[in-house]
């Protein structure tokens, strides 16, 4: 059974501009979740998709925003970068706490 | 709301000698408790949890971790350690329902020499 997929795993973007990262769940997975991790406020939850609705979020600003497509598929966009957003980007899918299993993560840099 | 904490940042060991990482929290409801490891450059890999039951759960790699209620600790211990254990490890508490969050704790480096 494939892992999640995370993609890109690496991305390097300036100030301003907009990115979309991608999650692709264990098959037969119905939910995606999304944390940030960075060194100076560890790992935080971003939000989290049960077939295509949003059930849970984190406290982070409307920058940050998530989507979940009938494949179960999840991306995650983050508009107007800043420099604070440079981080390890980690979905996990599953469909709950103690059945989930994370990706490999995409590592953001922001310049 | 419920919070982690994790009492070491750093933990510097030798190989073969036992090790325990520490793990407080708090949570005003039940709760479901995890530790997870992440090597360099990768994601996060489940260690072993606590969901209810026996107290001492065993893990993989060797690592065990007793829930102790009235303390409000989860602390993980592994016996022997080799040099492959080096890594960050994540203690993570979230509620018994779907769609909880996972808490985490800010981590332990744990760092095996020879």
């Known amino acids: 059974k494939a892992g999640v997929t995370q993609t890109p795993r690496y991305l390097i973007k300036t100030r301003g501009q907009q990115v979309t990262l991608s999650c692709s769940p264990i098959?037969?997975?119905?939910?995606v979740s999304w944390y940030q991790q960075t060194p100076g406020q560890g790992l935080q939850f971003l939000f989290e998709?049960?077939?295509?609705?949003?059930?849970n979020k984190g406290n982070f600003p409307g920058r940050f925003s998530g989507r979940q497509f009938s494949n179960s598929r999840s991306e995650m966009n983050v508009s107007t970068l800043e420099l604070g957003d440079s981080a390890l980007y980690l979905c996990?899918?599953?469909?709950?706490?103690?059945?989930?299993?994370f990706g490999p993560g995409t590592r953001l840099l922001v310049l | 709301a419920q919070s982690v904490t994790q009492l070491d940042s750093q933990v510097p060991v030798f190989e073969e000698a036992p090790v325990e990482l520490r793990c407080n929290y708090s949570?005003?409801?039940?709760?479901?408790l995890f530790w997870y490891v992440q090597y360099p450059n990768q994601g996060l890999q489940l260690l072993l949890k606590?969901?209810?039951?026996?107290?001492l759960v065993k893990g993989i790699n060797g690592f065990e971790a007793e829930f102790n209620k009235s303390q409000t600790s989860f602390h993980l211990r592994k016996p022997s350690v080799h040099i492959s254990d080096t890594a960050e490890y994540f203690c993570?508490?979230?509620?018994?329902?779907?769609?909880?969050?996972?808490?985490f704790g800010k981590g332990t480096t744990l760092s095996v020499s020879s």
């Open positions: 996990a899918s599953g469909h709950t706490p103690e059945t989930q299993y």
């Open positions: 098959s037969g997975h119905r939910s």
């Open positions: 998709y049960f077939s295509e609705t949003q059930r």
């Open positions: 949570s005003s409801v039940s709760v479901y």
């Open positions: 606590y969901l209810s039951g026996s107290t």
């Open positions: 993570a508490v979230s509620g018994n329902q779907a769609g909880t969050a996972l808490i």
